[in-house]
């Protein structure tokens, strides 16, 4: 333990002192520590820090000078403070101001965590696990995505590196007494689970989840379900320290769907040969321009857009997919008209013989035939032509984009497409 561990670590036992001879007393009845007690072991969530602020017996603890010493001391170190903030630049007074209340609310809920937490390990042994959490350095935390429209038959699919896929419907199966509520709920009947590396306390809030999640709902409608979406997910806390997490609480975050899905899609059922290809070409990102502004991100986006208009009940999802096709099949400072060109162009990329070809021909110039009526004011219905001719569109679409990133290619030769 370095001399900073060493310091640390006996003013917060000197603050947990001073916490137990504030409590010696008649001010705190029993009723009063074992609430507090019940709460910090159970949930925690009723015990946040800025409750605790405001709490007698956190006032009590707040006001002994050796918190107060613990407070400033953390205030003081720059390494301790960005553990709990992680500060890119110099903070301003005001932001301190704010970092100063949270890193005393936590001081003070971690204190009396490790002095009242049902345990069974010594109240030393936490206190070396605290000062150890505080070190300087990242953790990592598992995500749990629940996955609208997609299954397996398997319990567990692993994909790589992209994560593992668990079977969530083998959990309320026909015998449970809650299977029809949970049919009628339409939750999805699997979850994505993977890991990102991240900061702790507040810096958590800072990372970017946007782009790991969105990496892998791409690559699961590349290889298996092109209208795969996702309402939620979730993101672990380190326990004890820290307090459970919210997705709405990351600055940076994204998804795409209304709960459980729209109904009219159906599920598509994951094998073990669709995990394999999809943790083949996960590593392919490693080796692709994924975060470019290349026309295969922009068809990706585009895809992204289609799938929430449609979650959404929203006609523009099939504008969408269009637009994604054009984004890899047409040159960006085309001003021709661009159906026979984007349907030609796919039907020759797609397909080696004539047959195929001629058929991809003919879906794109229907979708095109969708596209024209929608883009010019006609009411369309969310109907099951609409869905057809949308989940169609998006089957191209990534059949297209999946090509695109086994080839490693961000954007299309398109006089070579066209000597066919």
Not at 1 to 30: H, I, K, N, W, Y
Not at 255 to 284: N, P
Request: proline share 4%.
């Amino acid at each position: 333990m370095d001399a900073c561990s060493t310091e640390l670590r006996q003013r917060l036992v000197a603050a947990l002192a001073a916490l137990t001879r504030a409590v010696e007393g008649e001010s705190f009845p029993d009723a009063v520590i074992n609430r507090l007690a019940r709460i910090l072991t159970y949930t925690m969530t009723g015990a946040s820090g800025f409750s605790i602020l405001h709490d007698e017996l956190g006032r009590k603890l707040r006001e002994s000078p050796e918190f107060k010493s613990l407070h400033e001391y953390v205030m003081g170190d720059a390494a301790i403070r960005d553990v709990f903030f992680e500060a890119k630049e110099k903070p301003s007074p005001a932001q301190l101001r704010v970092f100063s209340l949270y890193i005393e609310a936590t001081l003070a809920r971690i204190l009396l965590l490790i002095r009242y937490r049902e345990r069974s390990e010594p109240e030393i042994q936490l206190v070396d696990q605290f000062v150890s959490f505080l070190s300087p350095g990242h953790v990592r935390r598992k995500v749990s995505l629940p996955i609208n429209h997609l299954a397996t038959n398997e319990p567990e699919l692993d994909l790589g590196r992209c994560g593992k896929l668990f079977s969530t419907q083998t959990a309320f199966d026909t015998d449970h007494p809650y299977s029809e509520v949970v049919k009628l709920a339409r939750l999805p009947n699997s979850k994505l689970v993977f890991e990102i590396e991240t900061g702790k306390f507040e810096s958590v809030k800072l990372t970017g989840v946007s782009e790991p999640l969105r990496q892998r709902i791409a690559l699961i409608r590349l290889v298996i379900q092109p209208l795969a979406s996702f309402n939620h997910f979730s993101v672990s806390h380190i326990e004890p320290w820290e307090e459970p997490l919210d997705d709405t609480a990351f600055f940076e975050r994204f998804w795409a769907g209304s709960s459980g899905g729209t109904k009219e899609i159906g599920q598509a059922y994951m094998s073990q040969e669709d995990a394999r290809q999809a943790s083949v070409l996960f590593d392919a990102f490693d080796e692709f321009d994924w975060r470019s502004g290349s026309p295969w991100r922009l068809a990706v986006n585009r895809l992204d857009d289609a799938v929430y208009k449609l979650e959404c009940g929203s006609t523009d999802s099939l504008l969408d997919v269009v637009i994604g096709l054009e984004s890899v099949m047409v040159e960006a400072d085309s001003t021709q008209e661009s159906t026979h060109k984007v349907a030609s162009r796919t039907a020759r990329f797609l397909n080696d013989d004539i047959e195929g070809r001629q058929t991809t021909f003919k879906r794109v110039k229907q979708l095109y035939g969708f596209r024209s009526k929608i883009a010019h004011g006609k009411a369309i219905p969310q109907d099951k032509s609409q869905m057809t001719a949308l989940a169609d569109g998006a089957a191209i679409l990534c059949r297209v984009l999946k090509k695109m990133l086994e080839r490693r290619q961000v954007q299309l030769d398109h006089q070579l497409l066209d000597l066919g």
